[in-house]
């Protein structure tokens, strides 16, 4: 099989990638920035809890691992 590597592609997903970083670094810095260190105190001791959206979560990845594992094996080689 032959798989071309095009450097268009390489370079869009680097650019992608650096834009979703750094929005999440301003963001969460300006989380930080706004918040007063009492609250910050007490999110860290908060701990996190269980998704509320789980189950759709477990359906979900159930639904496209299967998918996946389907196009894996149905899939003719030319």
Sequence with gaps: MHYPLSILAIVLTMVVVIIL?????????????ISTPTELLNK???????PK???LVLLFGL???S?????????KVL
């Design 21 to 33: 970083y750094l929005i999440t670094v301003i963001r969460l810095s300006f989380t930080v920035y």
């Design 44 to 50: 860290q001791h908060s701990g996190e809890g269980e």
């Design 53 to 55: 959206s789980r189950y």
């Design 63 to 65: 639904i496209t691992l």
């Design 67 to 75: 998918a996946g594992y389907w196009i894996a094996l149905t899939t």
